[in-house]
């Protein structure tokens, strides 16, 4: 079985890592970058590259680039795309070079120590497709110290993989098995996932090959066993994709290999067949299916079945045309050579023997210079490299705080010189804020207890008016009694009607301003209001429909916006009716005959806004400052002469405050007036 066997799961584990990424979300793109790579890696599988390039290309653009984490993730998808799938390494280092570059602008250090572990790999991974070994090692080698000074044990099992398969292709095939069965103890440590199962499936058997490459047949045969084992139990992280049975025909093709050293031909065939059975269909590993292939009809060979080769043989050369293998070729050529030779074909025997000759030294050419390289050495003058830059970076470390102390001692002392000089300063100025600080207090002693008086006084105020209020209402009630009854009467003159009838106006409207007076003074003293969850709508409608008769009397009309949607809020029903009434009330009175008044709510983020419009006289600006306060100044009388007394704007505001809210206006004189209530 070729090396080829052992990176099976390396391409698999890029494509469906980009079905599965899953990293948070810069909500604020419309496309995440994540499911735009999710879908670029699953267009790879049936698409060609330039267009999965514009795929990614267009809808990166159409999230302005991207944050810095999409494009180091856009980056380490072309890594893969270039390292693993059409292996041009120039390009694949150029995308490592970007992400390395990217990341070390980034102020995040965890993210700084993610990605540059990973853009090390990939640029390692580039420079043994570009036969520069030397700085391959070197990168390997800064992601392994990037990852042991996390103390990532999960993170270093990259690392020992990759140095496993630098060893396989070297042919050490015990320093493999060791790197390789490290790799495996480390990758426990991180959580079961798509991209952990792959790596461990693929672990498991790499080492049961190495094994088997040594010889240690009982080993590798647990190691396959358990790697079988290993698909099933966990063939739900995979789900619908064919992973599990192209990874389970991988080993049934070694174990085929296996049996057919040790003899054992009729168990080899038996997992040869399988492994050719699903590897052969289209969307599986063809290329492990070409050499299960080549390996059963070796075995025909060696069992003296040669009618069973050339058909093998026949297949292979139709699989080479369309799906290039170069050692796949160089063994198909050993094996038609072989069976040639075999039976009694010496002429075509010779012509593949000489075809098999020359691309085996081509392919020898090409590893040469990597399989003189000694890794152990190499790895060793890096780590010894490494150690001495640290240990250059900790001198300069430790010159720098030398020369940092130095520069602190100096300001210490410079503070000291300071702090001496200004001490009898300090004590001098102690003295007058001391004194001043006493003059403070006994200030604000006199004005604390200047408010206390002037809230006590207030309250006073407010009892005497309530009083007054109170006591005024009797006789009022009585006087307007009177006049009812005197205009009942018969033989009335009209100036006498006329009278009566002011009489009756002048009790109304004392009434009306006692009422004012007892409210305000009552708002005054409640701390805090009861309140339920109630529909503004409700209240608003109900509002708008007892005034509409009293809008009716200027022929006035009142218009109510009615939201399709209830607006809950919390709130005093009664309070909130009287502010709603107030502000229609003022409409009324401000507007012209014959205009209508608009009522209507709406929802915001703060909760509702009701707005009350009118079309009247309108708030100068010279009088939109007071026009809230008790007794305004700025009262007028109605288009009809309706009287104000100046305090219903300012029961508004005290209930809109007592519930949290606010209560302003826009207005524009001549042309009317908008009043907006936010509760919330």
Known sequence: MSYKALFVGLFFTFIFSCKNTNRENNAASAVHYSQILKIAGQKYQTDSLPEVIRYIDSSYAAINGGSIEARVEKYDFFCNIYNNGTHDFVKARTYADSMLQIVNKSTDKKFVKERALIANYNMGDANIGLKKYNDAFKYYYQ????????????????????????????????????????????????????????????????????FSKQGIYDSALIYYNQGLEYLEANRKLVGKRNLVDVAKGVIYGNLGQLYTTRQEFELAERFLIKSISINSRKGFDNRDAQFSQISLAHLYLVTNKTEKVLPLIDKLKASLDSLTNDEAELRLHNLSYKYYSKIGQPVKALQYFQAFVQLKDSLNTKDRDFHATDVDELLKSIENQYKIELLQKDN?????????????????????????????????????LTALNENIKDKKTKLREAMAKL?????????????????????????AGLTDILKSEDGLTSYQEHVLGLMQTS??????????????????????????ATDINVVVSNAVELLQPRALEKNQRIVFDLSNNPHPVTINREKITRVISNLINNSIKFSPANENIYVSTEQNNDGVIIKVKDKGIGIPANLAETVFNTFTPAKRPGTSGEKSFGLGLSICRQIVEAHEGKIWFDSQPGNGTTFHVQLS
């Open 455 to 479: 809230e006590q006084e207030s309250k006073s105020k407010d009892h005497i008016l309530q009083i007054v209020a109170h006591d005024l209402r009797n006789p009022l009630h009585g006087i």
């Open 143 to 210: 992601a392994k110290a990037i990852a042991a000074s996390a103390v990532d044990s999960f993170a270093l099992q990259d690392y020992n993989y990759r140095l496993g398969m630098v060893m396989y292709r070297q042919q050490d095939y015990a320093a493999a098995n060791n790197y390789f069965k490290t790799s495996l103890r480390q990758i426990n440590y991180g959580e079961l996932n798509f991209q952990t199962f792959i790596r461990k499936q693929e672990l498991i058997n790499n080492t049961a090959l190495t």
């Open 396 to 432: 300069h470390v430790q010159k720098l705080y030398t020369l940092v102390a130095v520069v602190i001692l100096i300001l210490v002392l410079s503070i000291i010189l300071l702090i001496s000089r200004n001490a009898k300063k300090a004590k001098r100025h102690i003295v007058a």
């Open 507 to 532: 009790c109304n409207d004392a009434q009306q301003l006692i009422n004012e007076i007892l409210e305000v003074a009552g708002l005054a003293e409640v701390k805090k209001l009861s309140r339920q």
